[in-house]
């Protein structure tokens, strides 16, 4: 007969195997120490370091001046994002990233949601310095790489519920691409490669994806998903903005609080039977520390 402190430790587990951060966490830490170890695309170990130790300090930091538990889950997720993504030429560039997602999600939230994802929020003004740099070709188009990363990204979106975003917007994006194709007179097999960059599958798997910085209401997802697509598809393709996707995704982050209040919906819970009852979104809340 087990004991109740092996019950609980079980439920426990248990608990934190239902988290989709869960998932998160183990898959861009698997992708990342692929990249170091296998594919030299970019990544490598310190920096990588810097961005995680200053999520999470900065984490540390604010949840003790908010008086608030020390949740070290969500921080580990943005600073392994930024390792994945942001490349600059000294070891500030990823720790002052990783600081500015991390502090404007405490500054910046609505409804109990922060407006920002905190590693595209990290990412787009680093840009500006001239030491900053994000590449979309650096994990390339390898079909092995690309399946690699929707197998994790699936693994992710069925537990967290946002399957539907990712599928939103690559669907968008796949029909401008074919749309861009058709009109310039450019074989399929082009818009089909450039569907295939490693780069824009991490986007639409674990950015665009965040539970807390997009639309409760699945239509509301729908459309936001296809106006981050849209714009970011005029970005790169007009604007010559290589990095258009993140630019993208911050500078609509403030259509999400309007989509809740249009299209109201029960909050997301990390763990399953874990909701809040619904209430629309407060758009004077836009500026509330936690």
Known sequence: MRSDAT????????DEIEDARFWQIAALASLLCWNIAMLSLGASLLPSLVAVSAALATQIAASRIARRPVDLRSP????????????????????????LGIGAKFIFRV???????????????????GHAWVSPGQWGTSATIAA?????????????????TALAFLGTHLALLLARAFWLGDPLAIPLHQLRNGALLLFACFMITDPRTTPDAGPARLLHAAAVAGLAHWLVFFEQMRPGLYVALVGLAPLVPLLDWIFPAHGFA???????????AQLSDLVHAR
């Open 7 to 14: 019950v609980s430790i079980s439920e426990f587990l248990l």
């Open 76 to 99: 580990l997720i943005t600073g392994l994002s930024l390792a994945l993504l942001i490349r600059g030429d000294a070891l500030w560039v990823p720790a002052l990233a990783a600081a």
């Open 111 to 129: 409804q109990g949601k922060h407006l920002w994802n905190p590693a595209a929020l990290g990412i787009v003004p680093l840009l500006q310095t």
């Open 148 to 164: 690699a990363i929707l197998f994790a990204g699936i693994l992710v979106l069925s537990r967290a519920a946002r399957l539907d």
């Open 270 to 280: 990390w763990r399953p039977g874990r909701r809040p009852a619904p209430q629309p």
